[in-house]
């Protein structure tokens, strides 16, 4: 199947700073990533759509200025999670679709210190 | 909106012996994508198996198969011969082919396969 590649798989910060996550897809174009945040044992929450050239469209609840994605490119979708706070804690997903289905990133473990 | 189920939080099996975990889902749509994810400790999502709305025949896969209802809205996984490698979070997931392609996924079972 095909490859998504999502960078870093670790990332610890200090209160009030920025991170970003990164999302490839490697051997397929991607007009579509998804973006979850996953908590402990429970399922994967959908974070917003990111669509390639465009805006990308939230779910309901999250803060677009708190969680800024960016859709560059075919290949590249980026999650940046501003003055981050303990809080954002969490891991999150990047999801990139290609014809028929959906194939996922490694995930991202945020610690915010 | 769609949603879907997984009512059963945990559940074991022995090694080599079948296991059926359980999924329904709720739409108005007649078309649409249904899937199992497994998600092992390493947390990265693989895709075991798909199955088509259209398709009244059941998906199979190796030792995993479905059971797909359409009119009763279930979507349950059977998996043969339990393997130790199988231990992991199982999640039943639906896409819609209307909304954006996104994928609605149920809370998740967690799999646990005893030697």
């Given at each position: 199947g095909a490859v998504v590649s999502q960078h870093p798989?670790?990332?610890?910060?200090?209160s009030g700073t920025s991170v970003k996550i990164e999302c490839r897809s490697l051997d397929f174009q991607a007009t579509t990533m998804f973006w979850y945040r996953q908590f402990p044992k429970q399922s994967l929450m959908l974070m917003a759509t990111s669509n390639e050239g465009s805006k990308a469209t939230y779910e309901q609840g999250v803060e677009k200025d708190k969680?800024?994605?960016n859709h560059a490119s075919l290949t590249l979708s980026t999650l940046t999670v501003t003055s981050a706070?303990?809080?954002?804690?969490?891991f999150y997903i990047c999801s990139a679709k290609d014809r028929t289905e959906a194939f996922f990133g490694q995930g991202t473990r945020l610690t915010v210190v | 909106a769609q949603?879907?189920?997984?009512?059963?939080?945990?559940?074991?099996?022995?090694?080599?012996?079948?296991?059926?975990?359980?999924c329904t889902y709720d739409t108005s749509e007649s078309d649409y994508y249904l899937f199992w994810y497994k998600q092992p400790p390493s947390r990265q999502m693989i895709l075991v198996i798909r199955q088509e709305a259209y398709k009244q025949q059941n998906a199979t896969e190796n030792r995993f198969s479905v059971n797909f209802q359409k009119a009763a809205k279930s979507f349950s996984l059977k998996i043969s011969d339990s393997q130790?490698?199988?231990?992991a979070m199982y999640f039943c997931a639906y896409r819609s082919l209307e909304y954006g392609n996104k994928l609605v996924f149920g809370a998740g079972t967690i799999l646990r396969v005893k030697s």
């Open positions: 798989s670790r990332v610890i910060c200090k969680f800024l994605i706070h303990p809080e954002d804690s969490s | 949603t879907v189920t997984q009512s059963q939080p945990e559940m074991s099996v022995q090694e080599a012996e079948t296991v059926t975990l359980s130790l490698g199988d231990a």
